[in-house]
């Protein structure tokens, strides 16, 4: 395996550097792997049902799984062989070819939003009657409120009164 080898190499070369290189190759490297264009570059070339390999960050070995869901700077890869999740960062995933005759997943189409006026459509009912029986239609947007039960306020000498429902109210200001 020519990935074991190259890595064992590294290490070879490594092992005798001081600790104060080795800490500021990790800084370098850590500036690199952050960087935004990178990130998006790696991001952009993924996608679901895709077959990846990534490194598994405790032993340093490769794996191999499925790219089935992406987020924000992580993407969630299904390492088929022993079902196992692993969220890794999109800078730790290389692609691998798909098997000839293997088709990539294709996730179903996002349904379509509805408009403001289908909403209001599906909401208002047309005719219909209120709680007291009153007949009232509610199919266009302008007489979607109910209808008022109430004859409105009157101000007689020295009161305020209105005919709401079976009782009348008075204020007397």
């Known amino acids: 395996m020519a990935e074991d080898d190259n890595a064992s190499r590294m290490v070879e070369a490594l092992q005798d550097a001081p600790s104060m290189q080795l800490y500021q190759m990790r800084a370098l490297i850590d500036v690199l792997l952050d960087d935004p264009k990178r990130q998006m570059a790696a991001r952009m070339k993924l996608h679901l049902g895709q077959a990846v390999q990534f490194i598994d960050h405790r032993t340093g070995q490769i794996r191999h799984g499925k790219l089935i869901a992406r987020h924000d700077k992580q993407a969630t890869v299904l390492e088929e062989d022993v079902r196992r999740t692993w969220k890794i960062p999109y800078v730790a995933i290389d692609t691998l070819a798909t098997e000839p005759g293997v088709q990539a997943y294709e996730p179903p189409p996002e349904p379509a939003a509805q408009t403001a006026n289908a909403a209001l459509r599906l909401a208002t009912r047309s005719p ?34 209105s005919n709401c429902s079976a009782t009348s109210s008075t204020f007397k200001g």
């Open 128 to 161: 219909s009657t209120t709680p007291k029986g009153r007949r009232w239609s509610a199919s266009s947007p302008e007489s979607t409120v109910a209808p008022r039960r109430c004859k409105p306020w009157t101000v007689a000498t020295g009161a305020l009164t």
